[in-house]
T-cell receptor
Framework: GNSVTQMEGPVTLSEEAFLTINCTYT??????LFWYVQYPGEGLQLLLK?????DKGSNKGFEATYRKETTSFHLEKGSVQVSDSAVYFC????????????FGDGTTLTVKP | NAGVMQNPRHLVRRRGQEARLRCSPM?????VYWYRQLPEEGLKFMVY????????ESGMPKERFSAEFPKEGPSILRIQQVVRGDSAAYFC???????????FGPGTRLTVT
């Protein structure tokens, strides 16, 4: 079956530091890949997505590139802010599997001033 | 354009009672997903429905749990004879079609006393 493995947290960074959260996946077909963010007490929000190999998703300074050869979709940001503190989820959606989505376990990011 | 709506936001039930969680998807979305999130844990898929049909219920416990998405009205996740282990945040998400990104509601936090 499909699976998503993401970097274990928690991750603690100082403001303006560089962020990488690793995500690798296993899928039988050609999935779409997503990063979602969850702020305390809220539901998940889509952060960015990529639907095919070599696509780069970007939003709010975050980026991730769909790498088919390494089955990865690592999340990066050049300079984090305190307001980026949240839980980040990597996910895939497999159209060939009735569109079922598979989520990673989430990585908690805390950014300190 | 209202987002995904869930109610109630907080629900307290005693052991043995029934819990009914409601989800109204975004306008135009016919695909609904339910997830459970335990404290400090990731998001676990429960069930995927498309108007009046259950597409995938592989993540839902066989007993006490049921879900429906009628032709008219919200999707309902029903938990009968709740136990303390059912205490969690339950999130609903919707999408316009198979494999697209999902739009999440704010969640219902169920507490079983």
């Amino acid at each position: 079956g499909n699976s998503v493995t993401q970097m274990e947290g928690p991750v603690t960074l100082s403001e303006e530091a560089f962020l990488t959260i690793n995500c690798t996946y296993t899928a039988t077909g050609y999935p779409s890949l997503f990063w979602y963010v969850q702020y305390p007490g809220e539901g998940l929000q889509l952060l960015l997505k990529a639907t095919k190999a070599d696509d780069k998703g970007s939003n709010k300074g975050f980026e991730a590139t769909y790498r088919k050869e390494t089955t990865s979709f690592h999340l990066e940001k050049g300079s984090v802010q305190v307001s980026d503190s949240a839980v980040y989820f990597c996910a895939l959606s497999d159209r060939g599997n009735a569109g079922k989505s598979t989520f990673g376990d989430g990585t908690t990011l805390t950014v300190k001033p | 354009n209202a987002g995904v709506m869930q109610n109630p936001r907080h629900l307290v039930r005693r052991r043995g009672q029934e819990a009914r969680l409601r989800c109204s998807p975004m306008k135009g979305h016919s695909h609904v997903y339910w997830y459970r999130q335990l404290p400090e844990e990731g998001l676990k898929f429960m069930v995927y429905l498309q108007k009046e049909n259950i597409i995938d219920e592989s993540g839902m416990p066989k007993e006490r749990f049921s879900a429906e998405f009628p032709k008219e009205g919200p999707s309902i996740l029903r938990i009968q004879q709740v136990v303390r282990g059912d205490s969690a945040a339950y999130f609903c998400a919707s999408s316009p079609s198979t494999g697209d990104e999902q739009y999440f509601g704010p969640g219902t936090r169920l507490t079983v006393t």
